[in-house]
Each structure stands twice: as C-alpha cells, then as structure tokens.
C-alpha cells in the first residue's frame, strides 16, 4: 500500500510562491507515477502536475509555466512549486499515485492511492 502525507499548504497573496510536499513510502517512489491534484467545493477533482515513466511530466494549461514539479530521490519526496499564485489557485491540494511507470496522465480516475490534501488559499 502506497502511503502519501502531503504538506506546505498555506494562505499567500496573488503573486506569491509555495512549494508543496508529498512524502511517498520509499519502496513506491521509485516505482509508481505521481501527480498534483486539486479540488474545489463542488467541483470535480482535477489534474494540476504529473510525472510519470523516463521522468516525462504534464501540466494542466492553467497552470504551465508557472508550477514545477520535482523530486529527490534521497527523501522519497515529490515536490510542486507554484509561482505567481493566482485566486483561482485555491483548492485542497492532493498528491496521487498508482502502481508503475506510465506515460503521465493527469486523469484523477487513474489514480489509486490519495493523501489527506493540503489547502492552498490565495486571495486577492
């Protein structure tokens, strides 16, 4: 069972920076594809990052350019950094995985492990 436990969420202004943190059991770090997801009240789930086989990532439009994401393999962590923070950025922020490396997808519905989420606020 694959294990995620997210942190780093935080209220910051429009044009802020945060990075977020997912803490991923050891074993399935190197083994699994893993991603970025947020939510809003009554909306779907939706894909923000994610990373997949041959290091190979994916982005959701609203956010290219100005989110990154990357990983250090010593702390089995994968890590979002989001610049130039926009209101509509705010959402719990969940990290996803699933079994194997894959050509990265950024469809929540593949994904079968979640951690606890992490609120990103942003205001105006």
């Known amino acids: 069972q694959v294990q995620l436990v997210e942190s780093g969420g935080d209220s910051v202004q429009a044009g802020g920076s945060l990075r977020l943190s997912c803490k991923v059991s050891e074993y399935f770090f190197s083994r699994s594809t893993l991603g970025w997801f947020r939510q809003t009240p009554g909306k779907e789930r939706e894909g923000v990052a994610v990373i997949g086989g041959y290091e190979r990532t994916k982005y959701a439009n609203s956010v290219y350019g100005r989110f990154t994401l990357s990983k250090d393999m010593a702390k089995s962590t994968l890590y979002l950094q989001m610049s130039n923070l926009k209101p509509e950025d705010t959402a719990m922020y969940y990290c996803?995985?699933?079994?194997?490396?894959?050509?990265?997808?950024?469809?929540?519905?593949?994904?079968?492990?979640w951690g606890q989420g992490t609120q990103v606020t942003v205001s105006s």
């Open positions: 996803g995985a699933r079994s194997g490396l894959s050509s990265p997808s950024l469809l929540p519905a593949e994904y079968y492990y």
